[in-house]
């Protein structure tokens, strides 16, 4: 199978993106229990080495670009408050936002050729018909210990009870 992503280069199962979606939530109280069901949808995004390398690199020149413009933020009101002055100043600030301002543009050209993960996570089909359906990304409902059970080889079906101030597993 072709990489999504690139759709050039073969797949590689271990390099695919995995995107968990829950949905069909269904909650029912009685007295002070209340259980909620939902369905886990576990999507793999086939994907090759190639693609999976620049994912990570594009997110890693994205967050130290971040980190940039932010010294250069810092540096920018230090001088405004004279605590750095000169020469000196002025290098910080512009070196730091244009070195930041070029690292997003480059975080952005590594991806040229292929899709993003954000583009995945809207416009994959199966991924866009869970979507359609009303599911949202994560692994459920949040605050809860949940049991998992299986349902189907990639679908997971999830009960889970609380009562007051704690919290209980049953099997539905």
């Not at 909650?27 to 090759?48: F, G, M, P, Q, W």
């Not at 994205?62 to 405004?80: E, G, H, N, P, Q």
């Not at 040229?112 to 359906?133: D, I, Q």
């Not at 949202?136 to 609380?162: C, L, M, P, V, Y």
Request: glycine content about 8%.
């Amino acid at each position: 199978m072709k990489c999504w992503f690139c759709e050039v280069i073969e797949s590689d199962p271990k390099k695919a993106l995995n995107l968990k979606l829950y949905g069909e939530v269904d909650a029912t109280t009685s007295e002070s229990i209340t259980k909620v069901k939902y369905v886990l949808h576990n999507v793999d995004v086939s994907r090759c080495q190639l693609c999976k390398s620049k994912h990570r690199l594009s997110v890693i020149a994205f967050a130290l670009s971040c980190t940039l413009l932010f010294i250069s933020l810092l540096s920018a009101i230090l001088t405004a408050f004279s605590v750095i002055t000169g020469f000196i100043a002025g290098i910080l600030v512009g070196a730091f936002a244009g070195i930041g301002l070029s690292g997003i543009a480059y975080a952005h050209g590594i991806l040229k050729g292929t899709h993003s993960v954000n583009y995945a996570r809207k416009n994959h089909p199966e991924v866009k018909s869970l979507l359609e359906k009303g599911y949202k990304f994560g692994k459920g409902i949040k605050d809860h210990t949940r049991e998992i059970r299986s349902a189907q080889e990639n679908d997971q079906s999830i009960a889970t009870t609380a009562t007051s101030g704690s919290v209980e597993n049953k099997k539905s």
